[in-house]
């Protein structure tokens, strides 16, 4: 089986990139940039996982003006309908390089809305060829995470805060900081 790894550079990507590999999965990364603020350091966490993982890696950016003003994203700008906004961009790059399955490390009521999106674009007139969603640790807690990857060589370089550098004090950097990783 081949697949797009939707890969935001944290540690989903690369749990769910390390469960595929173990099925044979060929892997091929996708990274978007959604104009966040930890971006460089995404990037740069997103191909350590795929070359670790993936046999190609491939970037998209998000143009600036889909973004809105929304107070709670650290850099006050936002996607609306973030998730399907993404999924959007991986069903049009697996049309390019004719991948038929996406993975995609979100977790916590994701899975509805990809569901009602693959529905959507079946309905169209000319409905395109739909790619299958693996949401494949979908309903794994964080703990139940970093329990899978504590012995990873890439978990203390991965992404999990979304302001430039990272802050130390938002719930992710908290999470980081009881599993004995620092800041990131």
């Known amino acids: 089986m081949e697949a797009i790894l939707l890969n935001s550079g944290g540690k989903d ?6 469960l595929h590999r173990k099925q044979q999965t ?28 993936c046999a190609d890696h491939f970037e998209m950016t998000i143009p600036g003006d889909w973004f809105v003003d929304s107070p709670k994203a650290p850099s006050g700008k936002s996607i609306p309908y973030q998730a399907i906004t993404l999924a959007i961009m991986a069903s049009l790059y697996a049309r390019k390089i ?12 994701f899975k509805d809305a990809f569901a009602h999106f693959s529905e959507a674009l079946k309905c169209l007139p000319i409905p395109p060829k739909v790619p299958l969603y ?7 807690s964080d703990d ?9 060589f890439l978990l203390p370089e991965l992404v999990s805060c979304n302001f430039k550098e990272p802050c130390g004090k938002c719930l ?3 999470d980081r900081k009881k599993h004995g990783l620092p800041p990131n």
Request: charged letters at 25%; proline letters at 2%.
């Open 13 to 18: 990507a690369l749990l769910s990139a390390i």
């Open 26 to 53: 060929v892997l091929h990364s996708l990274f978007i940039d959604l104009g966040q603020p930890n971006v460089d350091r995404a990037r740069k966490a997103a191909e350590k996982i795929a070359s670790e993982h």
């Open 98 to 109: 004719n991948v038929d399955y996406i993975i995609i490390g979100l977790r916590g009521g």
């Open 172 to 174: 992710k950097c908290v």
């Open 144 to 152: 139940e995470v970093y329990t899978d990857l504590k012995d990873h």
């Open 134 to 140: 693996l949401l494949t640790i979908e309903g794994m």
